[in-house]
Nanobody, 117 residues
Framework: QVQLVESGGGLVQAGGSLRLSCAAS????????MAWFRQALGKQRELVAR???????IYADSVKGRFTITRDNAKNTLYLQMNSLKPEDTAVYYC???????????WGKGTQVTVSS
């Protein structure tokens, strides 16, 4: 049983937009917070954005003002709207709840985002 499925990645030109989706199991989505992470080639995984069940959000400084994280609790789905994309946004994007992040477990395959100049 697949518990996390990221989708929506692709190749986009700098300045373009992309919308990522994360379909999660009810168990994973029941956590207080869901988050998007990304891992660029040769780099460690980093937090992109986090959203609590209440809707409160936190963003990495590098994406603040450009990315928007949202969640649909009824559909157990997490979204990341990415605007004004830059080449440095190129990475594999993953979603997970905060507990799994802390435990470093239950990661999906992620979705590749490539931004060309």
């Amino acid at each position: 049983q697949v518990q996390l499925v990221e989708s929506g990645g692709g190749l986009v030109q700098a300045g373009g937009s992309l919308r990522l989706s994360c379909a999660a199991s009810g168990s994973i989505f029941s956590g207080n917070s869901m988050a998007w992470f990304r891992q660029a080639l040769g780099k460690q995984r980093e937090l992109v954005a986090r959203i609590a069940r209440s809707g409160s959000t936190i963003y990495a400084d590098s994406v603040k003002g450009r990315f928007t994280i949202t969640r649909d609790n009824a559909k157990n789905t997490l979204y990341l709207q990415m605007n004004s994309l830059k080449p440095e946004d190129t990475a594999v994007y993953y979603c997970n709840n905060w507990s799994n992040y802390v435990l470093n477990r239950n990661w999906g395959k992620g979705t590749q985002v490539t931004v060309s100049s």
